[in-house]
């Protein structure tokens, strides 16, 4: 997923060819596999500079972006009047001075606080953080309330936002720079197809869809919650006869499947995620085709049934490894959330970190949360790559809490009482 990964499977789809896609584990070597021939194109998130275009070239720029401050939004921001925020915020860079900020001392962010601090002629208290913490650990530190500033770069500010609305991303403290995707210098061709894509699509429908799925919609998680007056009518939802019966085929108490399934979908049989997953219990296409199910027109019975298929499926696979239910029950959430692989990973690894591979709570879910860390995600241990480990760590929680909130509401076999509207 990504918005430079939907943009080149589109430029693939207008040539003709199959994308194919290498994760960079070291982003120093990037340009050494491009010039020995192992990729055509670099689409890394790359800011066009004078030191690299003298090693490869550059298409027209898919964004321009500059680096913002991280801040966090006044309390009660959400009935406030814009003009009275920006009183609460730091807008002026002169205003900077004295203020704690946290960035890495390697990053383009510290070099350019230094220079910063020179032009207002006031002292940025710059604090270092390790090298594990990189941008993303920092922005949630400060939508968290642990530190009060950081800085990205805009886009990657955006993304990020989307999930923490309390974030302010809106003051400057440098120039735009061009975002663009890196081809070599021997292969102009390539260079002027994208450059003739990227200029014809700009603004397009593709571009203008896969600009708002990643930078303007929201993607904060659902918190706990239920229906109001579920418990009056001694029912959770109206699919709760249908949830009863696929959830003996996956042995779990009704209850527990019905927590899921409003973490999902808030028990909406049409709701569709920002990325795309449908349904009841938000299948991915991919995935529904698996189990025999069109997502987008299967109907709240089929989604179920696929739901729980695939629960099946990852059951199978957990039984011999976490062979304890309850405990196993943790890594099938965990894995129908983030992907099976995901999961693998963070247990493979946990035992590198003094966690047991066995227990999720505080231990492979611990190191979920660590896969959004260089780190962790380059380590050789490691196959899939990065995740935003924190929503798993989140998700698995929030519907074990309300599973138990369901339990002290409705007895496990509770018949539904019929209400009048």
């Known amino acids: 997923m990504g918005y430079e990964y939907e ?29 020995k021939n192992e990729v055509d194109i670099i689409a890394a998130n790359l800011t066009v500079t004078k030191e690299r275009l003298e090693l490869v070239n550059f298409t027209e720029p898919l964004l321009y972006t500059r680096q ?25 860079t002169l205003d900077l001075s004295g203020k704690k900020i946290h960035v890495r001392k390697g990053s383009s962010f510290y070099s350019r606080l230094i220079s910063l601090s020179e032009e207002i002629g006031e002292k940025i208290e710059i604090i270092e953080s390790p090298g594990e913490n990189n941008t993303e650990l920092l922005i949630n530190k400060v939508a968290t309330g642990e530190i009060d500033y950081t800085i990205a770069d805009e886009n990657v500010a955006m993304i990020n936002q989307t999930y923490y609305p309390n974030l302010d991303i809106e003051t400057p403290i440098s120039f735009p ?41 929201s993607k904060k998680l659902r ?10 009518a001694n029912r959770i939802s109206e699919y709760d006869e249908m949830i009863k019966v696929y959830s003996k085929k996956i042995d779990w108490d009704w209850r527990l499947l019905a927590s899921m399934i409003f973490q999902e979908s808030g028990f909406s049989a049409t709701a569709q995620s920002w990325a ?31 739901g729980t298929n695939y629960i099946l499926d990852l059951d199978k696979y957990w039984q011999n490894k976490i062979p304890d239910k ?20 963070a247990r493979n690894i946990s035992p590198k970190y003094g966690k047991n591979p066995n227990i999720w709570f505080d231990n492979v879910d611990f190191m979920i949360l660590q896969k959004s860390n260089p780190l962790i995600y380059n380590d050789s241990i490691v196959k899939c790559g990065y995740c935003r480990g924190q929503e798993t760590y989140i998700y698995v929680r929030e519907i074990l809490n309300r599973y138990e909130f369901y339990k002290k509401r409705l007895p496990e076999n509770s018949p539904p009482t019929l209400v009048a509207n």
């Open 7 to 35: 943009l080149l499977h589109a430029f693939a789809k207008k040539i003709g060819v199959q994308l194919e896609i290498i994760v960079a584990k070291d982003m120093d070597q990037i340009f050494d596999l491009l010039n």
């Open 68 to 92: 913002v401050l991280i801040q966090r939004k006044p309390k009660g921001w959400e009935k406030m009047k814009r003009d009275d925020v920006d009183k609460l915020v730091v807008r002026n």
């Open 177 to 217: 720079q061009k975002i663009a995707w890196a081809v070599r210098k021997k292969s102009p061709q390539l260079n002027k197809a994208l450059d003739d894509w990227i200029t014809n699509e700009s603004g397009s429908i593709i571009t203008q869809v896969a600009y708002k799925k990643y930078f303007k919609e």
């Open 223 to 232: 918190h706990l919650a239920v229906n109001n007056n579920f418990y009056e």
């Open 276 to 306: 795309g997953a449908y349904g009841l219990m938000q299948l991915m296409p991919e995935t529904g085709s698996r189990y025999g199910l069109d997502t987008t027109a299967g109907g709240a019975e089929g989604n179920i049934v696929a």
């Open 326 to 345: 309850p405990e196993r029950i943790k890594f099938i959430l965990g894995s129908y959330n983030v992907g099976l692989g995901h999961v693998i990973d």
